[in-house]
C-alpha cells in the first residue's frame, strides 16, 4: 500500500507527458492516490482524458485559471464526485512569449506584468481559497512549482521571475492562514527541465547544459524527480512541513561560483 493510499488529490495544469504534471500525477497514482485532472480549454480535452485513462480515473474537467466561475465550478464539479479533497496541485505559469525574450526593462508592459502575475502567482491563492470547503478537517495539503528566477535574476525569466516570487511569498501567507486548520502548503523550486513550457524561455539548451556542468549531482532532474517529492510533501510522511519552498535541482541553488 503507497503511502498516498485514501488521498484524493486534484492535479491542476496538466498539458502533456512531458510536463512535471505528468511527473508528480504518476508519482501520486503510484503512492495510491485518487486522481481528478483539470484540462484549460477544450483543445486539450482529450489529450488530458487519455492521460487520465492511463492513471485508472474518469474524473477530468475544464479548469481555466483565468476565469473565477471556472473555479468555482471546478470545485462543484469535485464536491459532487468526491466527499472531500485532500491534495490540491497547482502546475500553473504563464507569460506572453514576448516577456521571455531579451533584457528585463526591455521586455516588460503592463498587459504582460499582469497577465504573469494573474496566471502565474493569484491563480493558485484562487484555488486554495476556492477548495478550502473541501479540504476543511482533512489534514491536506497544497502544492505548487516555482524556479530558481524567484529569488535570483535569470537571463530571459523576465517578469516570469517577479511572478514566482509573488507565488512563493504566496506559499507563506497562505500557509499561515489555512495551516489551523490542519491544511500544509508548501511549493517545490524544480531545476530546468525539457518541458513545453520550457522551450518558450530563450537560451534553454543554454541552461540545462551550465546546471549539468556545475551543480553538485553534475546532472539535470527529470519530472520524475519532482513527481517523487511532490508525493512526499503532500504525504503524511511530510506532516511536519508548511510554508516551505524545496528545491529539486541537483543542488544548483546552493552553488555560488564554479570554476571552469
Request: proline share 2%; with cysteine.
Amino acid at each position: 500500500m503507497g503511502f498516498l493510499a485514501g488521498k484524493k488529490a486534484l492535479i491542476v495544469g496538466l498539458a502533456s507527458t512531458r510536463s512535471i504534471a505528468w511527473g508528480i500525477a504518476q508519482a501520486m497514482r503510484r503512492e495510491g492516490a485518487e486522481l481528478a485532472l483539470s484540462y484549460q480549454n477544450d483543445k486539450l480535452q482529450g489529450r488530458v482524458e487519455k492521460m487520465g485513462a492511463e492513471l485508472d480515473t474518469d474524473l477530468t474537467f475544464e479548469l481555466d485559471v483565468a476565469a473565477d466561475a471556472n473555479i468555482e465550478q471546478a470545485m462543484a464539479t469535485l464536491g459532487e464526485r468526491w466527499d472531500g479533497l485532500d491534495i490540491l496541485v497547482h502546475s500553473v505559469g504563464f507569460a506572453p512569449r514576448d516577456q521571455l525574450e531579451g533584457g528585463f526593462l526591455d521586455a516588460i508592459n503592463r498587459k504582460g506584468f499582469q497577465i504573469a502575475h494573474d496566471i502565474s502567482a493569484y491563480s493558485f491563492a484562487a484555488l486554495a481559497k476556492a477548495a478550502r470547503p473541501l479540504m476543511a478537517g482533512r489534514n491536506g495539503a497544497l502544492l505548487t512549482l516555482s524556479y530558481l528566477g524567484a529569488v535570483k535574476s535569470v537571463p530571459h525569466y523576465n517578469v516570469m521571475g517577479l511572478a514566482k516570487a509573488s507565488l512563493e511569498s504566496a506559499v507563506r501567507f497562505i500557509a499561515a492562514d489555512v495551516g489551523p486548520g490542519g491544511t500544509r502548503v508548501n511549493g517545490i523550486s524544480a531545476g530546468p527541465i525539457k518541458t513545453l513550457a520550457a522551450a518558450g524561455i530563450s537560451g534553454f539548451r543554454t541552461m540545462l547544459h551550465h546546471v549539468e556542468k556545475v551543480s553538485p549531482l553534475r546532472k539535470n532532474v527529470s519530472i520524475d524527480d519532482v513527481g517523487n517529492t511532490a508525493a512526499f510533501l503532500c504525504s503524511d510522511l511530510a506532516a511536519g512541513i508548511t510554508g516551505e519552498i524545496v528545491y529539486v535541482d541537483a543542488g544548483f541553488n546552493t552553488v555560488g561560483m564554479s570554476l571552469e
